[in-house]
């Protein structure tokens, strides 16, 4: 079992000292969450919790994924990095193209590349971006940078984007590309992981969710006839113990990822508790 958690630039933070402790406690990765703005009365179904409403506030410092990570990279040297999830089909691929390649560079091929659709269609609108079609937008944006991160020079054409005869430099050190790992918990989102991905990346906010989600997962990897099974990772809310752990590994949970630290007065002695209380039982 591996284990990340979510970080964050909060006020009043020492960020830096936060990231040593993380990977000096043994944590495998580290995952950023990503949003350009927020609306405190957005209209959009917010599909994580059951008023439909986003947790978190309009004021909350969502920082650019890449800009934060490549400070995570500079820090530390085994931490995995990685974007839970990025709203890519909100972005230009060329730009994200960019980014990405530049990070997996600079980290020597620690990046893992979660994205996801996104929910909140006030944010849409806000970038001028369509809503309607963003799951194909997502899809081609991954065949496209995949193009560009592999090919000496890129052509690609797609519905959405097309290109061809320019050289996209640098290159992710990962090859053909970082790992995919796709959002979500609805079908729809994890049939698409199952077919697009590398990994899946689920939030769940009791143990019986957990189990559904990944026992939905297993079953659509059958249908599809799937032959290199997904990673798993799952950001659980519940406060899980070791047995229950053990339990969502043999359901084939391949990460467990925490977010308690938010809030607490001390995420120092949070993220060492965490270790001493849940981590040890797997990494002695």
């Known amino acids: 079992m591996k284990f990340g958690t979510f970080?964050?630039?909060?006020?009043?933070?020492?960020?830096?000292?936060?990231?040593?402790?993380?990977?000096q406690l043994g944590f495998e990765s580290v995952w950023l969450g990503d949003h350009i703005a927020l609306r405190g009365?957005?209209?959009a179904h917010y599909p994580y919790s059951s008023d439909g409403r986003y947790q978190l506030p309009a004021d909350y410092p969502f920082s650019d994924p890449f800009v934060l990570l490549s400070y995570a990279a500079a820090l530390t040297t085994r931490l995995r990095l990685a974007t839970g999830v990025y709203l890519l089909p909100l972005r230009n691929p060329f730009t994200t193209a960019k980014a990405v390649a530049t990070l997996d560079a600079?980290?020597?091929?620690?990046?893992?590349?979660?994205?996801?659709?996104?929910?909140?269609?006030?944010?849409?609108?806000?970038?001028?971006s369509n809503f309607e079609d963003r799951g194909r937008r997502m899809g081609e944006y991954?065949?496209?940078?995949?193009?560009?991160?592999?090919k000496p020079a890129a052509s690609f054409a797609g519905r959405t984007v097309t290109t061809q005869g320019f050289s996209f430099y640098p290159?992710?050190?990962?090859?053909?590309?970082p790992p995919f790992v796709?959002?979500?918990?609805?079908?729809?989102?994890?049939?698409?992981?199952?077919r697009m991905g590398d990994g899946w990346f689920g939030i769940a906010t009791t143990m019986d969710q957990a189990r559904r989600l990944l026992a939905r997962l297993t079953e659509f990897e059958r249908q599809s006839g799937r032959r290199q099974r997904l990673e798993r990772s799952l950001l659980l809310a519940a406060n899980t113990g070791v047995e229950e752990v053990r339990e969502l590994e043999a359901l084939g949970l391949d990460r467990m990822i925490d977010a308690g630290?938010?809030?607490?007065?001390?995420?120092?002695?949070?993220?060492?508790?965490?270790?001493?209380r849940l981590m040890a039982a797997f990494h002695p």
């Open 7 to 23: 970080i964050a630039q909060l006020p009043g933070l020492d960020l830096a000292a936060l990231l040593r402790a993380i990977e």
């Open 41 to 43: 009365d957005h209209k």
């Open 106 to 128: 600079l980290s020597r091929g620690r990046f893992i590349f979660g994205v996801g659709m996104g929910w909140m269609s006030d944010e849409f609108e806000l970038m001028g």
């Open 142 to 150: 991954l065949e496209l940078m995949t193009e560009c991160w592999s």
């Open 171 to 177: 290159q992710p050190v990962q090859q053909p590309h």
């Open 182 to 194: 796709l959002g979500g918990n609805t079908d729809a989102s994890l049939k698409r992981a199952v």
């Open 261 to 276: 630290w938010f809030g607490v007065r001390d995420p120092f002695e949070y993220l060492r508790r965490y270790r001493e």
